[in-house]
């Protein structure tokens, strides 16, 4: 896809729960941030694998409806003339961030300012509802997608070691955050 390809960024509505989880397609796995902590400051590395691999997740099944027309919690779609391409899932959280539950853009689409446009979207959502900056979970081993936050400003602000405990393919959750 061309980067001058028009995209329209549009919250959801009742006839576009459909087609939501349209955009989880499978993203490649290709190494691991390895953080560090060191005079008050989070610093990391990068850990590339040897065979790459691929993961998915699975759909979310989730009242919907509640995003609609909320001051509380709301989803961006990406579209690309009738396709959703992307999707920004965000809610309020109590530290005065905008919270995003979930990112994701078509396999297709990916390097071409999709995410980066729904960003702005989040940014401009948040800002409106006088939060302070956006804040997301990511885990260690999506480089690709942790690679993609800090190029769109976030700075890793934790860490936590136990919150996926009961995955054992997951090492580390990572804490971004984006202050305006």
């Not at 576009?16 to 190494?31: A, L, Q």
């Not at 990391?44 to 993961?55: A, C, H, Q, V």
């Not at 995410?115 to 948040?126: F, K, N, S, T």
Request: glycine residues 6%; hydrophobic residues 40%; negative net charge.
């Amino acid at each position: 896809m061309k980067k001058n390809t028009e995209i329209t960024i549009k919250s959801l509505k009742n006839h576009s729960i459909n087609i939501i989880n349209d955009t989880n397609d499978s993203f490649p796995i290709i190494g691991k941030i390895l953080p560090s902590f060191s005079n008050g400051a989070w610093s990391y590395g990068e850990e590339l694998y040897d065979t790459p691999s691929e993961i998915r997740f699975p759909d979310d099944k989730l009242d919907w409806s509640a995003y609609i027309d909320s001051n509380q919690k709301i989803v961006l779609l990406a579209f690309h003339e009738d396709a959703c391409i992307g999707q920004i899932r965000l809610v309020k959280d109590w530290n005065r961030f905008a919270y995003i539950e979930n990112i994701a853009v078509k396999k297709d689409f990916r390097k071409s300012g999709v995410g980066h446009l729904l960003l702005e979207a989040a940014e401009a959502w948040a800002k409106e509802q006088s939060l302070i900056g956006l804040s997301l979970e990511a885990q260690n081993d999506n480089l690709i997608a942790c690679r993609f936050y800090v190029k769109e400003g976030f700075v890793l602000g934790g860490v936590d070691t136990l919150k996926q405990s009961a995955n054992a393919e997951i090492d580390i959750t990572l804490y971004w955050y984006k202050l305006f």
